[in-house]
């Protein structure tokens, strides 16, 4: 099966800014857009992205997983970029309008459509590095994505980085771009020395967040995980664990976490950690590398709670058990 994120619906929604205003958004093919080389987004990164997902429920109806979420986080990211502010109706009416567009496409479970809303300062003008571009593009892309957990469910090995830092921090909690450049660096350095995943960044033994993925500890009946702060990226599927999380009866500690603390916990037999995210939901983490020595966390296959709560998070999405939280938007 193809990679995730290669294989496009030919079609996608794409408005753009100019001269303070929003055009109405138009259906056009997904292969190509048009760009002045000078564009404000190829030179200063002036870029943000969403990433979000629809559900085929047995009734064959499709429905789209917190996307008023995705879309205050897309509102927040352009304003901390500084680019042009986002009319949410309009970007809500574009990710419905694009999904209904290729409505008989969406993956039935445990596949889905990823939609990735994307919005880039277009103004050509090389000169602007220290000013905002005022003109930007906002189109959504569909990528329709089988099962992420097709060979198994492998439990992920995670280098700790105490010393270096994901991104600068004032850009933590903005889902753009130049962040995922900014941690290539040690994540390329971690798979080639250590044969790691992933890079769990902890500047200053602050156990924050992975590449592109909240960190979760799970110790028994709590989970402990980072309380928000701008400095890391603000998980849907974080936040939608952890409600799942407490409405099971279960502790939830959003607050610092050391990485002392965590290897202390990590060893124990009961304990679990995992990774959340909309790609692969909820990861286990098997394995952590502090300091060249590898720590197993608890039995280091992934533990019950993991999956319960992942397949909780499934459930809703998949309509096989209420949306209590009113999580889903349903497309007709
Ligand atoms: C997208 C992303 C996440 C996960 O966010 P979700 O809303 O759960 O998909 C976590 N960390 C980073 C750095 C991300 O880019």
């Given at each position: 099966m193809a990679a995730f994120g290669?294989?496009?619906?030919?079609?996608?929604t794409l408005a753009t800014y100019e001269n303070e205003h929003w055009s109405p958004a138009r259906l056009v093919n997904s292969d190509a857009i048009q760009l002045h080389p000078g564009a404000h987004v190829l030179h200063?990164?002036?870029?943000?992205f969403e990433g979000l997902k629809a559900f085929k429920h047995s009734d064959d109806s499709i429905n789209i997983f917190r996307m008023d979420q995705n879309i205050e986080r897309m509102a927040q990211s352009s304003q901390l970029l500084s680019l042009p502010p986002i009319d949410k109706q309009l970007l809500k009416q574009m990710i419905i309008d694009v999904v209904r567009e290729h409505i008989h496409q969406v993956p039935a479970p445990p596949g889905s459509m990823y939609i990735r809303p994307t919005h880039i300062g277009t103004e050509p003008a090389i000169g602007k590095a220290a000013h905002p571009t005022n003109s930007s593009m906002l189109y959504i892309l569909l990528s329709p994505v089988g099962d992420y957990f097709s060979g198994g469910i492998k439990p992920l090995k995670l280098l700790i980085e105490e010393n270096g830092s994901r991104c600068a921090a004032h850009m933590g909690m903005i889902k753009s771009g130049g962040n995922y450049a900014s941690a290539l660096g040690p994540i390329l350095a971690a798979h080639s020395e250590y044969q790691a995943d992933q890079v769990l960044f902890c500047p200053d033994g602050d156990v924050q967040e992975t590449g592109a993925a909240n960190f979760l500890l799970i110790?028994?009946?709590e989970i402990i995980t980072k309380s928000l702060d701008s400095s890391f990226l603000h998980g849907i599927t974080r936040d939608s664990i952890l409600t799942l999380a407490r409405d099971s009866g279960m502790t939830v500690s959003e607050r610092e976490l050391s990485v002392d603390e965590l290897i202390e916990r990590a060893e124990k037999r009961e304990c679990?950690?995992?990774l959340s995210g909309t790609a692969a939901v909820l990861t286990p983490v098997g394995t952590l590398i502090r300091d060249g020595q590898q720590v197993t966390v608890g039995n280091g296959q992934g533990g019950p709670t993991t999956q319960r709560l992942r397949e909780s998070l499934n459930a809703i999405q998949?309509?096989?058990q209420a949306d209590s939280h009113n999580w889903l938007t349903r497309i007709d």
């Open positions: 290669t294989v496009f619906m030919p079609k996608m200063y990164a002036s870029t943000c110790d028994g009946n679990e950690a995992a998949w309509g096989e």
